[in-house]
C-alpha cells in the first residue's frame, strides 16, 4: 500500500523590489497611513478655508476700517466721533513700554512667538474651561481677536472660531507683528463709545496714551476682555480690580518684578467722571454704519480720508427720549417685569432725529432699535388693512368677528369675547384678532408682505397663518420708517441720519437725497386718506388714549405680543413719527403690559416735548382744525421743527475754518 503523498513546498515567485517585511513593513504602512490622513485633513482643511477667506475678497478690507468721521447735529454742533484717525493715531513705537507689556501679558504673552494661533495657550483655556464646566478663561491669540474685529462676528459658534483661526495664519502672512498689535491696539472697542487705545485713554484719563503711566495702563489693558463691564466711568472698583489682575499678570508673565508694580497698586488710576455726560452713542453708532456705506460708493480718495457729517440729530428730543424711557423704566420696571426698551424718533421724511437702542450703551452697545428683531403684534395690522383698501374695501366694508380655525391655529380675541358683523374701521380701532385674519384671508398674505416691503420694512416677513397677528419679527427703526408713510401721504420714505458730508477741509462731498415730493409713492393717496381716521380714532378713542396729545392729532397703533413679551407703540403727528419697543433681552415676558400702557405713555412724554413750539402740520385725510402754537404774550412762536437752512450751515462752517485759522496763526506767532 502506497503512502498517501506529502505536502508539497510552498512555491515562491520572483520576489517584489517593492515588497517588505518586518519593521519595514510597519513603518511603511504608517507612512502611507499618514498621508493618506494628511491629504484628507489638507481636503477639509481647504473646504474649512474657503468661507474665511471669502471674507477677504473685498481688497479694499484693511481701507473701509480707516474711515474717520466727526459727527455734527442738525444744527453744526459737534456730537461725538467714530472710526480711526489714522493721521493722528500713536504707533507702537511711541506706546509706554509698561502699556503694551500690560497688554501683552493679559492678552497674549507669547505674541511675538507663534504664528497666529497659540496652540498651547488654546489647550490650556479648554482644560481649564472643562474643569470649571463653563468658559472661565479664553485662548485666543490677538490676531485671532484682530480677524474676529476686523471681519466677523461676536456669535459664539465653532463656524466663527474655525474662520477665526484660519483668518489669523491670513493675517500672520500678511502683515508684520508690530502692523497687526497697531492695528488691534487700534480697532478695539474700549467703552465709553472709544475705538483704540489713544481714544480710550483721552476718554477715561484726559491724556493721550503716550501719557499714562502703569496704573492707567493696566486699566485700558484691563478693558480688552468686557468694556461694559470694567469700564471706569460705569463701575470704577470693578475697573480697579481689574487693573490689579493684569498687574498680576504682569509680575507673572516676567515682564516686571512685583516692586516695580507696587506704586500702581497704591495709588490706582482715577478716570475722568464722564457720569453726566450725555454721547448718544447708540445714534452714532447707526449713523456710522451708514456713512460706511456712503463712502464706499465715493471715489477712493475721498472715502479714505477723514470726513465730518451734519445729521439730522436733535439733542434735545434725545434728552427727552432717554429721560422718558429711564424714568419709566426706574418706575414701573419691577412692577411690569421689564428691563429694556427702544425708540425711534424721525421727521415724517425720514430724517432721524433721536434713537435710543437700550437702556444703559455703557452696560450693552447692542442697539435694539436697529439690532433686535421683535415681533409686533397689532402694531402690524394696519399693513394688512392698508393692503385691503388697495384691494377693493374700504373703512365701512363689514367684515365678521368671530371664532376661526386654521387648521389646529385658532387665534381669538384679547377681550374672549365677539361682536359679530362689524366695520372694518372699529375692527382696527379696537384691534380685535379675528376679523384681521379673515380679511389677511380674504386678500392673501403674500399682497400684505409685498405692502409692508414697500412701506420700509426690511426684514424677513414669512407667510404663515399668524402674519396678520404680527408674528413675523421687526425692528423699532423699521416701524418708525414704515408708519412715517401714513404721514407723508402714501410716499415711500427713507430712515437716514446724514444729512450732508464734508472732507476735513469743508468741500461737499455727499448730500441727502431725500426728495419727499418725488419719492415713491408706497401706498395710494387714497388709502392714506382711508386709513388714517382709522389710526387717529385709535389714539383718541382705542387703545391708545394714553398716547393723545393735547391740541395735536396724532395716529398709530399698539401692538402686543402672545405671551406679553414685547409691547409697542407706533405713532406719527404731520410732523413726527416715533415708535416705541418695551420687552426683555432674554425674552422673558412681562408683567400684563400691552401697547397701550409704557409704550404709550413714553411716546406721549417724548412727542409732547419735540412738538414745543412746532406749528402743528395737518394729517392727511384727516380733517380737524390745527391750532397754531403761540406764546404766553399771545404771538407765534418760531418753528424749530426744521433744520438749518444749507446756506445757514456753510456759512456757519466757513466762520468756524475762518476761527480755526485764526487761533492758529496765533499760535504759530508765539
Known amino acids: 500500500m502506497a503512502d498517501s503523498a506529502a505536502p508539497l513546498p510552498p512555491v515562491y515567485g520572483p520576489r517584489s523590489p517593492l515588497r517588505v517585511r518586518g519593521l519595514y513593513r510597519l513603518a511603511v504602512e504608517g507612512l502611507s497611513e499618514a498621508v493618506t490622513l494628511s491629504a484628507a485633513a489638507a481636503v477639509l482643511a481647504l473646504a474649512l478655508a474657503v468661507p474665511a477667506f471669502r471674507e477677504t475678497s473685498d481688497e479694499d478690507w484693511l481701507k473701509k476700517s480707516e474711515l474717520a468721521v466727526t459727527f455734527l447735529d442738525r444744527y453744526g454742533n459737534r456730537i461725538g466721533e467714530r472710526g480711526i484717525r489714522h493721521n493722528d493715531s500713536v504707533p507702537v513705537e511711541a506706546l509706554p513700554d509698561h502699556l503694551i507689556k500690560a497688554v501683552l501679558a493679559t492678552e497674549d504673552r507669547r505674541f511675538y512667538e507663534h504664528f497666529g494661533l497659540d496652540l498651547s495657550a488654546t489647550l490650556r483655556a479648554l482644560a481649564a474651561n472643562w474643569r470649571a464646566g463653563g468658559v472661565v478663561q479664553g485662548g485666543s491669540s490677538i490676531t485671532q481677536q484682530l480677524a474676529k474685529n476686523l471681519f466677523l462676528s461676536n456669535e459664539r459658534t465653532v463656524e466663527r472660531k474655525i474662520k477665526e483661526a484660519f483668518l489669523a495664519v491670513w493675517l500672520e502672512s500678511r502683515l ?149 424711557i429711564e424714568s419709566s423704566l426706574r418706575q414701573s420696571g419691577r412692577d411690569y417685569n421689564v428691563e429694556q426698551a427702544a425708540i425711534v424718533v424721525m421727521d415724517i421724511d425720514g430724517a432721524l432725529r433721536a434713537m435710543v437702542g437700550g437702556r444703559d450703551y455703557g452696560e450693552s452697545q447692542f442697539n435694539r432699535a ?61 384691534s380685535l384678532n379675528t376679523p384681521v385674519v379673515r380679511v389677511a384671508n380674504a386678500i392673501g398674505r403674500d399682497r400684505i408682505v409685498e405692502t409692508a416691503r414697500r412701506m420700509g420694512l426690511s426684514t424677513e416677513l414669512r ?131 400691552t401697547g397701550g400702557s409704557l409704550p404709550a405713555m413714553t411716546w406721549h412724554k417724548v412727542m409732547t416735548f419735540a412738538h414745543q413750539g412746532v406749528k402743528p402740520v395737518q394729517l392727511p385725510g384727516v380733517k380737524r382744525n390745527m391750532p397754531n402754537i403761540v406764546s404766553a404774550q399771545g404771538n407765534p412762536i418760531r418753528s424749530r421743527n426744521g433744520a438749518l437752512s444749507p446756506r445757514a450751515v456753510e456759512q456757519l462752517l466757513k466762520l468756524e475754518r475762518a476761527l480755526r485759522d485764526v487761533r492758529s496763526n496765533a499760535a504759530s506767532a508765539l
Open 463 to 593: 407667510i404663515t397663518p399668524s402674519l396678520p397677528l404680527g408674528a413675523a419679527e421687526v425692528t423699532v427703526f423699521d416701524m418708525a420708517q414704515a408708519y412715517a408713510t401714513f404721514a407723508a401721504n402714501g410716499k415711500r420714505v427713507r430712515g437716514h441720519a446724514a444729512l450732508e458730508i464734508r472732507s476735513v477741509s469743508g468741500e461737499l462731498v455727499w448730500k441727502d437725497p431725500t426728495d419727499l415730493p418725488r419719492a415713491e409713492q408706497a401706498l395710494p393717496a387714497s388709502v392714506v386718506h382711508e386709513i388714517n381716521p382709522i389710526l387717529a380714532n385709535v389714539v383718541e378713542n382705542g387703545t391708545a388714549r394714553r398716547a393723545a396729545l393735547d391740541g395735536i392729532t396724532a395716529g398709530g397703533k399698539t401692538g402686543t405680543t402672545n405671551g406679553f413679551r414685547d409691547a409697542w407703540f407706533v405713532g406719527f403727528t404731520g410732523n413726527f413719527v416715533a415708535a416705541v419697543w418695551y420687552g426683555n433681552d432674554d425674552y422673558q415676558p412681562l408683567h400684563n403690559m
Open 176 to 324: 508684520s507683528k508690530n502692523g497687526i498689535l497697531k492695528l488691534y491696539l487700534d480697532r478695539a472697542y474700549l467703552g465709553g463709545g472709544a475705538y483704540g487705545i489713544d481714544a480710550a485713554a483721552r476718554f477715561y484719563f484726559a491724556k493721550s496714551a503716550r501719557d499714562v503711566n502703569l496704573a492707567e495702563a493696566a486699566m485700558l489693558a484691563g478693558l480688552f476682555k468686557a468694556p461694559a463691564r470694567f469700564a471706569p466711568h460705569v463701575n470704577l472698583p470693578a475697573a480697579r480690580l481689574r487693573a490689579s489682575v493684569v498687574l498680576d499678570n504682569l509680575v507673572d508673565a516676567g515682564f516686571m518684578a512685583e516692586g516695580q508694580v507696587l506704586g500702581a497698586r497704591q495709588s490706582p488710576a482715577r478716570a475722568v467722571d464722564r457720569r453726566d455726560e450725555q454721547t448718544p452713542n447708540y445714534y452714532l453708532d447707526y449713523a456710522f454704519r451708514e456713512v460706511q456705506q456712503i463712502a464706499a460708493k465715493l471715489p477712493a480718495s475721498i472715502a479714505g480720508r477723514a470726513l465730518v457729517v451734519r445729521t439730522a440729530f436733535d439733542p434735545a428730543i434725545q434728552k427727552a427720549a432717554d429721560e422718558a
Open 370 to 430: 436697529t439690532d433686535a428683531l421683535r415681533q409686533p403684534g397689532s402694531a402690524f395690522k394696519p399693513f394688512v388693512y392698508a393692503t385691503a383698501f388697495m384691494n377693493g374695501m374700504n373703512a365701512d366694508t363689514v367684515v365678521q368677528d368671530e371664532p376661526i380655525c386654521m387648521g389646529s391655529w385658532c387665534p381669538v380675541n384679547y377681550s374672549r369675547s365677539y361682536l359679530g358683523a362689524i366695520p372694518i374701521s372699529q375692527a382696527l380701532s379696537l
